[in-house]
């Protein structure tokens, strides 16, 4: 993460140009006359607060780390009677200078301390929000309403204070990126951030310090990040590499040291799939009136859509015409269809057996599990169906899936026989079903965890050529045709109710995956 700091820059504007704050105020105690100071301006009992510069302001220029004041601004003040001060009136728009007109009456000292408590504090109090906006990329309009907040010591005489304004919080700056091709047709539609301790709630403007004090309980932000038009939907993630005007979101969180859990919320309006990606950073001191590059690639595991066959057969489903294809033929989304499907004598359509009895695979599915490998991942491979594992498959993003317990787990917990299934006797040879029930959720155990793998429900082309049950089902071939039958062979079949090991026409658009 890179750390920008506006103290640094604040200063050095500072000593080019300054920033001037005028406490006009009455020639003496009676507010009631009217001989004023030439930089002053008096309106009843109103007495001008004017800025200057823009480096102290409210809304942050990423570049320079220069602020502005933006509509609805106040200020707060206490006056000569120790009374807390609003100024009367606001900016309309953004601008780097304002007259804040603040009732009350400011002759007794040469300073006094000014207060910026956002846009829903009050006096010195600052609420940062747990629930923090932003209507567009790269803005930072938001910051004040999400509890950015500032003080400074005006000092001065005969009408005229200069000062600096000192902000009181942190914000991190995130910008995701990626260069899955499905994540880049995704939306990002919001960020969550979450601490180890406190970040968001209600704080106080120390009136010696004017540095956030006390302590609140809030230890989760939610960043929403939708506006409208062409971010009615979220931020794009059609950059590769980080890029604040593609998607840069502001988040105001308390100073300090905080160890952060980040997830990154992403929806594909085309699948209606939505789902976090997770981002973990170690303890870390956030300070004060400083910002942070949180840059972050927002990857899933993609699934290579060619992988789609005929059992055994020498070439994938749309040999020539995948998806990403100069002339793509493959349906890419839930009940698409095309009828250039591989029909007989084709080299992408299955392997035909003549006769009956035991035939292995010799081309695409040669390297696949056996039929009795198939039975002992069901059986002892402790199946759980995930219904919360984000995934990409031909430009889109899904979810949805089984955890196995890898090969040398099970045969080291169970039994796991290439020759022989759970039926004690060869599948190849004689047929055997086998269903269970799965247990939902993903492995907890770390161990268990740490020794599982996960095959994603891709779906199957079926017989018309037409993608279905994407996000529901998966079908995996094996390398074993059925002994009964000579155009059927096994797979694997799952969904979140069921796993099976059976037998099925061999003409369907199954997966050939990984087994570990």
């Known amino acids: 993460m890179r750390k920008q700091t506006f103290k640094v820059r604040l200063l050095s504007l500072i000593a080019l140009c300054g920033i001037v704050m005028a406490f006009a105020s009455c020639s003496n105690e009676d507010v009631a006359q009217s001989t004023v100071d030439t930089n002053t301006e008096n309106n009843s009992n109103l007495t001008s607060f004017v800025t200057g510069a823009a480096a102290t302001r409210t809304s942050l220029n990423y570049d320079d780390g220069a602020f502005f004041w933006e509509a609805g ?4 003040v206490k006056d000569d009677n120790g009374t807390w001060q609003k100024s009367s009136n606001a900016p309309t728009e953004k601008t ?53 907040c500032g003080t400074a010591d005006a000092t ?16 991190l700056v995130f910008q995701p990126f990626t260069n899955n091709t499905g994540v880049k047709n995704c939306q990002l539609t919001k960020i969550e951030v979450t601490s180890d301790n406190d970040i968001t709630g209600t704080y106080t403007l120390d009136t010696t310090t004017g540095e956030l004090t006390g302590s609140a309980s809030g230890k989760s932000i939610t960043m929403t990040t939708k506006g409208s038009g062409s971010y009615a939907n979220g931020f794009p993630l059609t950059n590769s590499t980080a890029d604040l005007a593609t998607n840069g979101a502001y988040v105001v969180i308390r100073p300090g040291t905080h160890a952060l859990t980040v997830r990154y919320w992403i929806k594909d309006y085309a699948t209606n799939v939505e789902g976090a990606i997770t981002k973990t950073y170690p303890a870390f001191d956030y300070e004060k009136n400083d910002y942070y590059d949180m840059t972050a690639n927002i ?51 299955f392997h035909e057996n003549e006769g009956f009895g035991r035939m292995d695979a010799t081309s695409s599915c040669k390297n ?41 787990l099970i045969r080291m917990l169970t039994s796991f026989q290439p020759e022989q299934g759970p039926g004690y006797t060869d599948m190849r040879d004689n047929f ?34 037409q993608l279905t049950d994407i996000g529901q089902s998966g079908y995996y071939w094996s390398s074993s045709a059925s002994p009964a039958d000579s155009n059927w062979a096994y797979l694997l079949q799952f969904s979140k109710s069921k796993v099976i090991v059976n037998t099925t026409q ?3 658009g199954f997966y050939v995956g990984t087994f570990q």
């Open 73 to 76: 601004d106040h200020i707060y």
């Open 96 to 148: 780097a200078s304002f007259k804040f007109m603040v009732p009350g009456k400011y002759t007794n000292s040469t300073t006094y301390k000014v207060y910026y408590p956002g846009k829903n504090g009050l006096n010195n109090n600052v609420t940062i929000s747990a629930a923090q906006s932003q209507a567009q990329p790269n803005s930072t309009t938001h910051i004040g309403e999400a509890g950015d």
């Open 156 to 171: 001065g005489g005969n009408g005229v204070f200069n000062f600096r304004l000192d902000h009181q919080a942190a914000i």
């Open 299 to 349: 990857n899933v595991t993609d699934y290579d859509g060619s992988k789609y066959y005929m059992w055994d057969a020498q070439k994938n489903y749309w040999n020539d015409h995948e998806w990403n294809s100069d002339n793509p033929w493959q349906p890419v989304l839930a009940n698409e269809s095309n009828s250039n499907f591989p029909t007989f004598g084709s080299d992408r359509y």
């Open 368 to 408: 696949l599990p056996n039929a009795n490998e198939m039975a002992w991942y069901v059986k002892n491979g402790d199946p759980r169906w995930d219904d919360d594992k984000l995934w990409t498959a031909m430009g889109h993003l899904y979810k949805g899936g089984m955890w196995f317990r890898e090969k040398s």
């Open 432 to 465: 055997y079903k086998l269903v269970v029930t799965p247990t939902q959720g993903a492995p907890v155990n770390y161990y268990f965890a740490s020794r599982s793998f996960f095959l994603p429900a891709l779906g199957q082309y079926n017989s018309n050529g």
């Open 506 to 508: 061999s003409d369907g």
